[in-house]
């Protein structure tokens, strides 16, 4: 008897078609006009593919930044050099098409969804002030402060001119933030 593969898209490629698909969504109709069901035809998939793998647009998009994003690079030997890299790896990755206005789209909406606030807050949000922390060796309250000034200039220079920031001003930026932790 011969064994049956499964129908459909493997998992690991469903994930990447997905994302690649939310962010292509994100790019060329904002965060608004990327519904679901834009983003399933985009993918490929039908809409209820993507309901039984992320309960909201929101819960989508934090895993699709997350995939997007990765890790935080912490390279150096000082508390500076580490924020230095750090800076400039965000200023980077907000500035890919698609990236900025999903970040900015999901912040947005979770001022009023306490739901997708929570999962900003514990699969976004937790892990990066985390490795931070233990890396800064800086309370947790002072990561926050960092993170608010780096991400919200970031998001803000993004969102008011349609451009990531140049280079001489992610320079002051990292001297910005440095100076928090003096």
């Not at 965060?31 to 399933?40: E, F, K, L, S, V």
């Not at 490929?44 to 930044?65: E, Q």
């Not at 997007?68 to 500076?80: F, Q």
């Amino acid at each position: 008897m011969q064994k049956s593969t499964p129908a459909g898209r493997p998992r690991s490629d469903l994930n990447a078609t997905v994302f690649a698909a939310t962010l292509r969504s994100v790019r060329e109709l904002g965060y608004a006009g990327a519904t679901m069901d834009r983003i399933a035809a985009e993918a490929g998939v039908a809409k209820t593919t993507l309901y039984r793998r992320w309960p909201s647009k929101g819960a989508l998009i934090v895993d699709c930044l997350l995939d997007a994003i990765g890790v935080v690079p912490l390279e150096g030997e000082t508390r500076d050099a580490m924020l230095e890299t750090a800076v400039r790896w965000a200023a980077e990755k907000i500035g890919e098409p698609g990236v900025g206005a999903a970040f900015a789209g999901v912040f947005s909406e979770a001022i009023n969804d306490p739901a997708l606030r929570e999962i900003l807050n514990t699969r976004f949000q937790a892990p990066y002030l985390a490795v931070l922390r233990e890396a800064l060796k800086e309370p947790e309250q002072r990561i926050l402060l960092i993170v608010d000034v780096i991400a919200g200039t970031l998001l803000h220079r993004l969102g008011i001119s349609g451009r990531p920031m140049v280079e001489e001003d992610v320079d002051a930026l990292i001297a910005m933030a440095q100076g928090l932790l003096r």
